[in-house]
């Protein structure tokens, strides 16, 4: 079984920065794709960034320019930088990871992000 634990949220003003990581509990080596989404006041959980365990990486539109999604393979963490943020980005993150060994999606708890106007 796989543990994630997404860490970094908190308030920020409108055009800062924050950057998120979810820590896992074992080797990112034996997920297949690793990814952010984000629950919004309002909205579904939607897709923010998505990365590969080769170091692809994907993103919804509507975010790219602003967000980078990372990998450290040897800290067994992926992160979320996010610039330029916006009150529309306010929402609870939550990082996800494919894991091949048992073929399961798991999911962190989420990390809380507010943005101030």
């Known amino acids: 079984q796989v543990q994630l634990v997404e860490s970094g949220g908190g308030l920020v003003q409108a055009g800062g920065s924050l950057r998120l990581s979810c820590a896992a509990s074992?080797?990112?080596?034996?997920?297949?794709?690793m990814g952010w989404y984000r629950r919004t006041p309002g909205k579904q959980r939607e897709l923010v960034a998505l990365?590969?365990?080769?170091?692809?990486?994907s993103y919804a539109d509507s975010l790219k320019g602003r967000f980078t999604i990372s990998r450290d393979n040897a800290k067994n963490t992926v992160y979320l930088q996010m610039n330029s943020l916006k009150p529309d980005d306010t929402g609870v993150y939550y990082c996800?990871?494919?894991?091949?060994?048992?073929?399961?999606?798991?999911w962190g708890k989420g990390t809380l992000v507010t943005v101030s106007s």
């Open positions: 990365i590969s365990s080769g170091g692809t990486t």
């Open positions: 996800n990871a494919d894991h091949l060994p048992d073929g399961m999606l798991y």
């Open positions: 074992g080797s990112i080596l034996r997920m297949n794709v």
